[in-house]
């Protein structure tokens, strides 16, 4: 079995409806995870936990559907375009994103800054809209990227909107990683950021994640009153004072999320 395999995959292992096979073709473009290059079908086979054969005929498969390719040197393999299709449609479809996006947009020609909706996904938060500013790295603009939910401005927001049972046990399984060397990996650490979170309605992360950051976090709840996802505004610290930055965005931040429910 892979090391990389997911907690929703390993569940599903153990469901007498699943179908296994479908399972390893999901776990074949999962490979591709943090990946930096084209990956080999033996890579492909180790990542995905599965055998070479197993991983020669999905690749083929996913080839002849549009959802692979081979790379322009010809010694690994790519996602193809067909990827973008399914991420479209899930975009388009999805009620919160539809809700989010002319608000966001508003929000963002206002503060000038950069403007992200996060989705809340257990460990992680994956970004669904990105709007930019003046400077980003390039892992800054891209849909899809995620990041850890105990060290992000917010991950906070949405960890202070959950019992705290609940909060400790998503804190118990995290991998804590410092992404900076201001990262908190200190459970009790990141406990007083979400106990501050619920006393100011906003979380405020200060390069957690890249040097240099300072970012405003706000919850966004969903139709379960469970938080859904999160605004997050990032501004940067040779521009701003975090205290100064948390009174000019997070009211405006605030006022966006209430927008959205």
Same mark, same amino acid.
């Given at each position: 079995?892979? $090391?990389?395999?997911?907690?929703?995959?390993?569940?599903?292992?153990?469901? $007498?409806?699943?179908?296994?096979?479908?399972?390893?073709?999901?776990?074949?473009?999962? #490979?591709? &995870?943090?990946?930096?290059?084209?990956?080999?079908?033996?890579e492909?086979?180790? &990542?995905?936990?599965?055998?070479?054969?197993?991983?020669?005929?999905?690749?083929?498969?996913?080839r002849?559907?549009?959802?692979?390719?081979?790379?322009?040197?010809?010694?690994?393999?790519?996602? %193809?375009?067909?990827?973008? %299709?399914?991420?479209?449609?899930?975009?388009?479809?999805?009620?919160?994103?539809? &809700?989010?996006?002319?608000?966001?947009?508003? =929000?963002?020609?206002?503060?000038?800054?950069?403007? %992200?909706?996060?989705?809340?996904?257990?460990?992680r938060?994956?970004?669904?809209?990105?709007?930019?500013s003046?400077?980003?790295?390039?892992?800054?603009?891209?849909?899809?990227?995620?990041?850890?939910?105990?060290?992000?401005?917010?991950?906070?927001?949405?960890?202070?909107?959950?019992?705290?049972?609940?909060?400790?046990?998503? =804190?118990?399984?995290?991998?804590?990683?410092?992404?900076?060397?201001?990262?908190?990996?200190?459970?009790?650490?990141?406990?007083?950021?979400?106990? =501050?979170?619920?006393?100011?309605?906003?979380?405020?992360?200060?390069?957690?994640?890249?040097?240099?950051?300072?970012?405003?976090?706000?919850?966004?709840?969903?139709s379960?009153?469970?938080?859904?996802?999160?605004?997050?505004?990032?501004?940067?610290?040779?521009?701003?004072?975090?205290?100064?930055?948390?009174?000019?965005?997070?009211?405006?931040?605030s006022? #966006?999320?209430?927008?959205?429910?």
């Amino acid at each position: 079995m892979s $090391p990389k395999m997911q907690p929703k995959a390993l569940r599903a292992q153990s469901d $007498p409806v699943f179908v296994q096979s479908l399972g390893k073709a999901m776990r074949v473009l999962e #490979a591709f &995870r943090d990946s930096d290059a084209p990956l080999s079908l033996a890579e492909i086979s180790s &990542r995905a936990g599965i055998t070479r054969s197993a991983a020669q005929r999905i690749v083929h498969s996913f080839r002849q559907l549009g959802y692979m390719r081979l790379s322009d040197d010809g010694r690994g393999f790519l996602l %193809d375009l067909g990827i973008l %299709d399914l991420t479209y449609n899930y975009l388009r479809m999805h009620p919160l994103i539809r &809700r989010a996006t002319p608000i966001l947009q508003e =929000l963002r020609r206002t503060v000038r800054e950069r403007v %992200d909706l996060s989705l809340f996904d257990g460990q992680r938060m994956v970004y669904a809209a990105r709007l930019q500013s003046k400077r980003e790295v390039f892992f800054a603009t891209l849909i899809g990227h995620s990041v850890p939910t105990y060290c992000t401005s917010g991950g906070w927001a949405v960890l202070a909107m959950l019992p705290d049972d609940e909060v400790n046990m998503l =804190l118990s399984a995290a991998e804590m990683r410092q992404v900076t060397p201001r990262t908190l990996t200190d459970p009790q650490a990141i406990r007083e950021q979400i106990e =501050l979170t619920r006393q100011n309605g906003h979380s405020l992360a200060i390069e957690q994640i890249l040097m240099g950051e300072v970012a405003i976090g706000v919850a966004i709840s969903g139709s379960d009153n469970r938080p859904a996802g999160a605004i997050h505004i990032a501004g940067n610290l040779s521009e701003w004072q975090p205290e100064e930055f948390r009174r000019h965005v997070a009211p405006l931040a605030s006022a #966006a999320a209430s927008a959205m429910i």
